[in-house]
C-alpha cells in the first residue's frame, strides 16, 4: 500500500528553523512530482513548494527565499528545510505525491501531516 510518511514538526520561535521530510513507499518515488501543502486551522490547504521529477522546484511567493524543497531519489524522501519562520507559517504540513499515469489519470497520495507552531 502506499504510504507517506512526515516528520521534522515541532515548536520553534520566529526566526528559527525546521527541516521536514517526507518518506514514501508504495510508489514508483522517481516518477511522481512532489509537494508540501500547509493546511493552518479555519483555513483551506495551499500549496507550499513543489518539486517534479527533473529536480525543478516552485515555491509559493509567501515562503520564496525561506523555504527549500529537495528530493532523494535513493532514500524514496522528499524535504521541506524552512528558515526564517513566521507565526504566519503555522499550520500542519502535508507530503504529497503526484504524477499522471499512462492513461493520464492522475494519481495523488498524501500523508497524515506534520504540525509546525512558529509561537514565541
Known amino acids: 500500500q502506499v504510504q507517506l510518511v512526515e516528520s521534522g514538526g515541532g515548536l520553534v520561535q520566529p526566526g528559527g528553523s525546521l527541516r521536514l521530510s517526507c518518506v514514501a513507499s508504495?510508489?514508483?518515488?522517481?516518477?511522481?512530482?512532489m509537494a508540501w501543502y500547509r493546511q493552518a486551522p479555519g483555513k483551506q490547504r495551499e500549496l507550499v513548494a513543489t518539486?517534479?521529477?527533473?529536480?525543478?522546484?516552485t515555491y509559493a511567493d509567501s515562503v520564496k527565499g525561506r523555504f527549500s524543497i529537495s528530493r532523494e531519489n535513493a532514500k524514496n524522501a522528499v524535504n521541506l528545510q524552512m528558515n526564517s519562520l513566521k507565526p504566519e507559517d503555522t499550520a500542519v504540513y502535508y507530503c504529497?505525491?503526484?504524477?499522471?499515469?499512462?492513461?493520464?489519470?492522475?494519481?495523488?497520495?498524501w500523508g497524515q501531516g506534520t504540525q509546525v507552531t512558529v509561537s514565541s
Open positions: 518539486i517534479n521529477t527533473g529536480g525543478t522546484t
Open positions: 508504495g510508489i514508483i518515488f522517481d516518477s511522481y512530482a
Open positions: 504529497n505525491a503526484d504524477r499522471r499515469n499512462i492513461y493520464y489519470v492522475r494519481q495523488l497520495y
